[in-house]
């Protein structure tokens, strides 16, 4: 019995994809970090029945019966693209917490599609496709997944995905989990809803005007310019989600006690933390290297009201 796995990183955008045309392809270039400490394993193992099925035994599965079958779909275009017609028993988990404010759709969905193709093409006996094939494959499946096969800082522009060099190494991201509640409104259905928000038309534009900007100043070092930018794309996002119609948002009360904490450490330090938030109540933290003991201060304070993942 053959067995294939791959493991992909998590990724959290800095400047958001929000806002879709055609094949899950953005409408707007987006920017990320892409954490191996957070990452999804899959593994796929040749079955004789006549269905792939999910395996949720001895493996930690963490994959809902909803997102089975968008995962189970998503494997069966990979096969169709490469002509494939044998079956898999899959196994996916993650090695964070569901609904902890990561998008684990991005990593399982890349370590699906890694695991696919080493999978059929070796039974196939061809080569296994480039990263920037596989991930022009993932996104079919989850768009921001296509970002999870490079690292650490990475752009998405149109069909093209690529590392970018970034001077900023062994970043410490954290995620502080106000609420692991389940988000009534999915990332899918949020790029649908904010064509209706008046603040839609020009997106496009205010986001590739943020990414020039932010690449420029990360490259010269700028980290409080870095945070008003990152700043003002998640809020660029979540004003779009507010404005829809009918409105929807995902800021809580713990969501806005962090931004504010945050603004009052820049504020006190004059240094601080990148800050964002995806289509979700948790909130991000980007820290330098060299941030480590303003970090954990940071941490700490979060600690007394909040789990903390990450470091
Ligand atoms: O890949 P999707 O369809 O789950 O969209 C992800 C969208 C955000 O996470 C909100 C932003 C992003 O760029 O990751």
């Known amino acids: 019995m ?25 409408l707007n270039p987006s920017f990320s970090y892409s954490n191996n400490n957070f990452n999804s394993t899959v593994s796929l193992v040749s079955c004789s029945g006549d269905k ?4 949720s035994s001895g493996f930690g599965s963490t994959i809902s019966s909803c997102e089975s079958y968008r995962f189970l779909s998503h494997l069966a275009y990979v096969k169709k693209y490469f002509g494939f017609s044998g079956y898999f028993k899959v196994k996916s988990c993650n090695n964070f917490p569901p609904s902890c404010g990561l998008a684990s759709s991005a990593s399982s969905f890349a370590a699906l599609t890694m695991a696919a193709c080493k999978a059929i093409c070796e039974l196939s006996e061809t080569g296994v496709p480039s990263n920037l094939a596989m991930s022009q494959i993932s996104r079919l499946g989850s768009g921001s997944s296509c970002r999870s096969f490079f690292e650490p800082w990475v752009v998405w522009r149109d069909d093209i995905v690529e590392a970018v060099d970034i001077p900023f190494t062994n970043i410490l991201h954290y995620v502080v989990v106000v609420s692991s509640a ?16 008046a603040l839609f038309s020009g997106r496009a534009d205010r986001a590739t005007k943020r990414l020039y900007e932010l690449l420029c100043a990360m490259r010269a070092n700028d980290w409080k310019l870095s945070f008003d ?12 989600f507010e404005t829809s119609s009918p409105g929807f948002g995902y800021m809580t009360p713990g969501s806005l006690f962090v931004l504010d904490a945050v603004r009052r450490h820049w504020v006190e330090f004059g240094d601080g933390p990148l800050v964002t938030m995806d289509a979700g109540p948790n909130v991000h933290l980007i820290f330098r290297a060299d941030q480590k003991g303003l970090a954990n201060i940071f941490v700490a304070d979060m600690q007394n009201k909040y789990t903390v993942l990450g470091g």
Do not use: C, T
């Not at 792939?52 to 395996?55: E, F, K, L, T």
């Not at 389940?182 to 928000?197: E, F, P, T, Y």
């Not at 930018?229 to 004003?239: G, I, K, N, S, T």
């Open 2 to 26: 053959s067995e294939w796995v791959a493991k992909a990183p998590a990724n959290i955008a800095l400047i958001k994809y929000m806002g879709k045309k055609g094949a899950n392809l953005s």
């Open 52 to 55: 792939d099925i999910m395996d």
């Open 182 to 197: 389940k988000k009534l409104i999915s990332s899918s259905d949020a790029h649908k809803r904010v064509q209706s928000s």
């Open 229 to 240: 930018l990152v700043w003002a794309d998640f809020w660029d996002m979540h004003a779009m």
